[in-house]
């Protein structure tokens, strides 16, 4: 299958790859698997006293479009406020980076990441 320039291009420079502290209270880790495939992703985030995502990381064992969607995410992500982040959809990533149909579970593991590590940070900080 022909993979876009930009699923290469993160593929081949994955943006922020690695882990921040789980264990820090300005960290949110989010961890999903695809059943499709049985990929998994790792994402965290890490956010100011402002509520802004000012550090994002991630690791993930799986095909080229799912590491190019965590990467990308990651990039998108910085910046944000936790409510902008967390509208994120897995539409826009797979627009972006050309996915193709067989792909789209890709995008939506990226999306279910970062919802999950916001959903996690809040959880630590006392929110639902
Ligand atoms: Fe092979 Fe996702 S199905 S890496
Ligand atoms: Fe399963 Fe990409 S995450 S094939």
Known sequence: MAYSEKVIDHYENPRNV????????SVGTGM??????GDVMQLQIKVNELGV???????????GSAIASSSLVTEWVKGKTLDQAASIKNTQIAQELALP??????SVLAEDAIKAAISDYRRKHGAA
């Open 101 to 106: 149909p067989v792909k789209i579970h890709c």
């Open 53 to 63: 995502i000012e550090d994002a990381r991630f690791k993930t064992y799986g095909c």
């Open 32 to 37: 999903v698997g695809a059943p499709a495939c």
């Open 18 to 25: 690695g882990k921040l502290d789980k264990s820090d209270d």
